[in-house]
């Protein structure tokens, strides 16, 4: 079945950009997202990609996508401290939407 | 517009027991699913609904049911409750149009 890979964890000092990585398998993924998750709470969805696009910016926030590779980023500019939390890479097929494939997910640490 | 709720957010169960838990959505999203979120394992998906009246297994079914009698409410039952149930379970839905999941606060579950 599909698969999404992430690392499990990233240290980066307040200020600096963050970048998490995010690999998946599936070929014929349609929409590529990223959730954050803050402690005690649920998934929030953070920015997501379609997937025939390469790139999306919003604010602090760059996704890239490398079809090709099947490789997936989520770039955190100017990191903050509020940014802490666990970030998760998914991505939806096209058997319908709960097809969703959720990975591990990656938890960032922000430095003060 | 409360998004999607689950009830309770944390409940302790003995072996053996029965519980169910409780999730509503105020959106009007014909998807519903219920995810559970283990270390180390991401979410894996337990059973899905595509509207009322339609209900099938996802990964992890095994101990489990499922019901979808409105739009609205999608409850979880656990039929024998097994300390390899301890987890934290999500809710979350999904609309036509949207890109993404929305997902409710969690249950965090203790057996044993």
């Known amino acids: 079945g599909e698969d999404v890979e992430q690392s499990l964890f990233l240290s980066v000092r307040e200020g600096d950009s963050s970048v998490i990585n995010c690999t998946y398998t599936?070929?014929?993924?349609?929409?590529l997202y990223w959730y954050k998750q803050e402690p005690g709470a649920g998934l929030q969805l953070l920015t997501y990609?379609?997937?025939?696009?390469d790139m999306k910016q919003d604010q602090r926030l760059t996704v890239l996508l490398n079809k090709k590779d099947k490789h997936l980023s989520l770039r955190i500019a100017d990191t903050q401290t509020g940014d802490s939390a666990i970030y998760f890479c998914a991505e939806r097929g096209t058997g319908g939407y709960q097809k969703v494939t959720f990975g591990i997910g990656t938890k960032l640490q922000v430095i003060p | 517009n409360a998004g999607v709720t689950q009830t309770p957010k944390f409940q302790v169960l003995k072996t053996g027991q029965s519980m169910t838990l409780q999730c509503a959505q105020d959106m009007n999203h014909e998807y519903m699913s219920w995810y559970r979120q283990d270390p180390g394992m991401g979410l894996r998906l337990i059973h899905y609904?595509?509207?009322?009246?339609?209900?099938d297994q996802g990964e992890v079914p095994n101990g489990y049911n499922v019901s979808r009698s409105t739009t609205e409410d999608f409850p979880l039952r656990l039929l024998s409750a097994a300390p390899s149930q301890t987890s934290v379970y999500f809710c979350a839905s999904f609309g036509q149009g949207k890109a993404g999941y929305t997902f409710g606060s969690g249950t965090r579950l203790t057996v044993v």
């Open positions: 609904s595509v509207g009322a009246g339609i209900t």
């Open positions: 599936d070929s014929s993924s349609t929409y």
């Open positions: 990609i379609f997937s025939n696009m």
